[in-house]
């Protein structure tokens, strides 16, 4: 049966961001095929590199055989002070290591066939998107994984706080992914400006997450109830994984539908904490 469409309209341009609405469909960049295979074959080699580039860290803007790199548009925080900067001397195993810790648990909670079959993937406070992409590259291409619907939440993404970069960010990661879906049609993808803005579409349209990534996501989490909205946005079994500054990770299972004790249907698996560069 054909997955079902959503009167939403597709961010276009510059000109709508005043029109933002939530759940709209994020409209894709063009990423050849032979871009994407230039990149990977990159990646992981002695000359892949991260840089700090107007205040992001970044993929570097041409790759070491001299071409464009087509994912320099990625970003992630550049705050050298931060306990999760992927740049800093005892910081820079931070992110590699939370990348393992979402596949580990990611593995636990999911058959193989739930993988192949398609998932259903939330970010909150995705912003510009790179950890996001590391981690959705481990899964399509490592652990066998179809991509059913791809849901980010950032205020960067339209209305009065809108941030170009961001956007472009977004636009390329459904370019970098426009071949993934399942058997009812093309992966989609959907932005949203706040957590309660998910939430109240989730409840409307029923597509609660299998995968809640809070990768750093501290402004989003800000004024809400986090143990609400995560039982809100993930479906039963789903797993929520969660990168805390200071640095600290965490793996939570959505155990149970209508759970009405104090846990909300949410236990924790793991939690680690960092201390000066050490776990």
Same mark, same amino acid.
């Given at each position: ?35 994407? #295979? ?5 990646? &992981? ?8 580039? $107007?205040?992001? %860290? +970044? ?6 055989? &001299? ?16 306990? $999760? ?15 393992? =810790? ?20 939330? *970010? !909150?406070?995705?912003?510009?998107? !790179? =950890? ?25 993404? &339209?209305?009065?706080? #809108? ?20 058997? $009812?049609?093309?992966?989609?993808? #959907? ?37 609400? =909205? +995560?039982?809100? *946005?993930?479906?039963?079994? &789903?797993?929520?994984?969660v990168l805390s500054n200071p640095a600290k ?7 149970? %539908? ?9 236990? %924790? !698996? ?8 050490? #776990?």
């Amino acid at each position: 049966m054909p997955r079902e469409t959503h009167p939403v309209s597709s961010a276009t341009s510059e000109e709508d961001e005043d029109s933002f609405r939530n759940g709209v469909v994020v409209q894709a960049s063009h990423v050849s095929e032979r871009a994407r #295979r230039r990149v990977r074959s990159w990646i &992981g080699s002695s000359r892949w590199h991260f840089e700090r580039r $107007n205040g992001y %860290v +970044r993929p570097p803007r041409c790759l070491p055989c &001299g071409r464009e790199c087509v994912i320099a548009a990625f970003g992630e925080c550049g705050d050298r002070k931060c306990g $999760n900067y992927r740049l800093g001397e005892k910081t820079a195993h931070v992110r590699p290591t939370f990348l393992d =810790f979402c596949i580990k648990h990611i593995r636990a909670a999911f058959t193989p066939a739930i993988l192949k079959a398609g998932i259903v993937y939330c *970010s !909150l406070g995705s912003g510009q998107l !790179l =950890f996001d992409w590391e981690l959705l590259e481990r899964l399509t291409l490592e652990e066998n994984t179809r991509l059913r619907a791809v849901y980010l939440i950032d205020k960067d993404y &339209g209305g009065t706080k #809108r941030r170009g970069s961001a956007v472009r960010a977004q636009q390329l990661l459904a370019g970098w992914y426009a071949d993934q879906g399942d058997q $009812n049609g093309p992966c989609e993808f #959907r932005g949203f400006l706040s957590a309660a803005d998910f939430q109240a579409w989730v409840l409307h349209n029923g597509e609660a997450a299998h995968v809640l990534l809070d990768c750093d996501a501290v402004g989003a989490r800000k004024k809400m109830d986090v143990s609400s =909205f +995560r039982c809100a *946005s993930m479906r039963s079994g &789903g797993v929520c994984l969660v990168l805390s500054n200071p640095a600290k990770r965490t793996a939570i299972l959505k155990h149970r %539908v209508g759970a009405v004790d104090t846990d909300m249907g949410l236990t %924790v !698996l793991e939690q680690e904490v960092y201390r000066r560069g050490e #776990r």
